[in-house]
């Protein structure tokens, strides 16, 4: 699950409408908002990224609406990552292991390539 903050801009003469629009289209939730400034701050979730940005391109193509931008994003997705990366050993096994003689370990100046034992 995603959730995203966006920040929606509008005429202060239409921030009634683009509210009232807004709230009715299901696509967003309405948190709050400055009508002298023109500005409202909605959120909207989805099950990844690709339906938040439709969810985002359906509030900037609302009636009314001047911009709308993403501005906080929480990915439950990255979240289960970074805890997986903090959970991981940060010494690579091969280095851990006593039994290897230091001198059979080639680096190639290049992690990506990721052979430290010369193809073993």
């Known amino acids: 699950m995603n959730i995203s903050s966006i920040v929606v801009q509008v005429k202060p003469e239409n ?18 908002g400055e009508k ?3 500005k409202m701050i909605v959120t909207v979730e ?17 009636k009314g609406v001047l911009a709308a931008d993403m501005m906080q ?14 959970a991981a050993d940060a010494v690579p ?12 370990i080639k680096y190639n100046g290049d992690l990506k390539k990721k052979d430290f034992m010369g193809g073993v």
């Open 15 to 32: 921030y009634d409408a683009v509210k009232e629009e807004l709230e009715a289209s299901g696509v967003c939730d309405y948190h709050f």
């Open 36 to 38: 002298e400034k023109g």
């Open 46 to 62: 989805g099950a990844g990224v690709e339906e938040e940005i439709k969810k985002l391109v359906r509030i900037q193509t609302t």
């Open 73 to 86: 994003t929480y990915q439950e997705e990255l979240d289960d990552a970074i805890k997986e990366l903090n």
């Open 93 to 104: 096994e091969v280095l851990a292991d006593e039994n290897i003689d230091i001198r059979d």
